[in-house]
């Protein structure tokens, strides 16, 4: 079993559409080497053909699409966004009532990217996604630049694949035909996680991507164990959370990484993960266990 997740953080590349190359000035650049040539002192709105104004981004039309972006991107625009993230629950008469995202976007189940408008900033890798074994060990570990992806190769594919979006993969492999390819190698399963907040009634995620069945379907995922009091009682034989609580200790390093150049972001981010399953595997071997199990989570059972 692998486990795979994603964390919604990255450095900066180009902003033109399809582009993911470096950018040719890490500070206010917005274009890589190529497109910044090709623009030259065009206009950034996205289609328009003028010259821009000195010491602004836009032409003589769009100067007030520029204003308003400058105005967006103040200090005190930025201060009271956060304060809004310091203090969530605040919510003074003044602001609008409006929903609040309580997950990342790589977690919600549909995902639309809005078309640019303009190029007046750069463009970020969409998330780093991680491969972990169920100990914490990372197998390996890649940036997107537009969304998550799951194991190409068949020759590579492991027994289980835990992943948030399982139910969702199978639902399109089986509308597209190629479930029958992928059932010949792997079985995918939704981590615990994000399990308890499938749907109950979604036949398809309780029957096929249940990541702990107790029906005796998949007794790879699920085996007996016992209490202090001697009662046998079902658990969990992986820690299906690998990923998730690898997210949670590399979210906290986002705020200085963030700015990076993307040579420096892979090497630092290598290093963390290099360093983290070092001490996952020192971890491992002053410990006399033969199963990795849910006691990560101080789970004594199953949900």
């Not at 079993?1 to 994603?6: N, W």
């Not at 003589?60 to 310091?86: C, F, I, P, T, V």
């Not at 509308?175 to 979604?202: E, I, P, Q, R």
């Not at 398809?204 to 790879?220: F, Y």
Request: aromatic share 12%; hydrophobic share 30%.
């Amino acid at each position: 079993m692998v486990v795979i997740d994603g964390i919604v953080m990255g450095p900066q590349h180009c902003a033109y559409d399809n582009c993911s190359n470096t950018l040719v000035n890490h500070r206010g650049g917005v274009f890589c080497d190529v497109h910044n040539q090709e623009f030259g002192a065009r206009c950034r709105v996205c289609d328009c053909q003028n010259q821009k104004i000195d010491n602004t981004q836009a032409c003589n039309e769009h100067q007030e699409m520029w204003h308003k972006y400058n105005l967006e991107h103040s200090s005190d625009y930025l201060n009271g966004a956060r304060r809004m993230l310091h203090k969530p629950a605040e919510n003074p008469p003044w602001n609008k009532n409006r929903e609040r995202r309580v997950q990342q976007p790589h977690d919600e189940s549909d995902i639309n990217i809005p078309k640019r408008s303009h190029y007046f900033s750069a463009s970020c890798y969409y998330c780093v996604e991680t491969i972990c074994a169920p100990c914490g060990a990372v197998i390996a570990w890649t940036k997107f630049v537009k969304s998550e992806r799951c194991f190409p190769n068949e020759e590579l594919r492991p027994d289980y694949i835990c992943i948030d979006k399982a139910c969702k993969l199978l639902q399109t492999a089986v509308a597209n035909g190629s479930w029958v390819d992928w059932f010949k190698s792997s079985h995918f399963v939704v981590d615990g996680y994000h399990y308890t907040n499938h749907c109950s009634d979604d036949y398809l995620c309780r029957k096929w991507c249940n990541p702990a069945p107790q029906d005796g379907s998949a007794p790879n995922l699920v085996y007996i164990a016992q209490d202090r009091n001697g009662e046998r009682y079902h658990k969990r034989a992986f820690n299906t959370k690998a990923c998730e609580q690898l997210n949670s200790w590399l979210g906290g390093f986002e705020s200085i990484m963030k700015r990076m150049t993307p040579s420096n972001f892979n090497w630092f981010i290598h290093s963390m993960i290099f360093y983290h399953t070092q001490q996952v595997i020192k971890w491992q071997n002053s410990q006399n266990f033969s199963i990795i199990s849910e006691d990560f989570e101080h789970d004594d059972g199953l949900l």
